[in-house]
């Protein structure tokens, strides 16, 4: 009982860090490290059995990398056409 709290408690954590780094992707120092550990903790929370917050916390951290990816390279596009 007490293992499929802590897998509940890695897929929550995995969740919440998901969010915080969509929702910040534009701070790098915040949202990289957030949807690292996202990433993570959604890996391990889905391995220990809580599945649907685990998802949700990986497929946050990956589209919180893939915003900020989206926006450095919208950014260096605009720097390229400037010159």
Request: charged share 10%; hydrophobic share 60%.
């Amino acid at each position: 009982m007490d293992e499929k709290q802590e897998s509940k408690g890695l897929s929550i954590a995995a969740m919440v860090l998901g969010i915080i780094a969509v929702v910040l992707f534009c701070y790098p120092v915040v949202s990289i490290p957030c949807a690292i550990l996202a990433i993570i903790f959604g890996v391990v929370g889905m391995k220990k059995g809580g599945r649907g917050m685990g998802i949700a916390g990986l497929v946050l951290g990956i589209v919180a990398l893939a915003l900020y990816g989206l926006m450095v390279l919208g950014v260096l596009s605009f720097v390229s056409a400037l010159s």
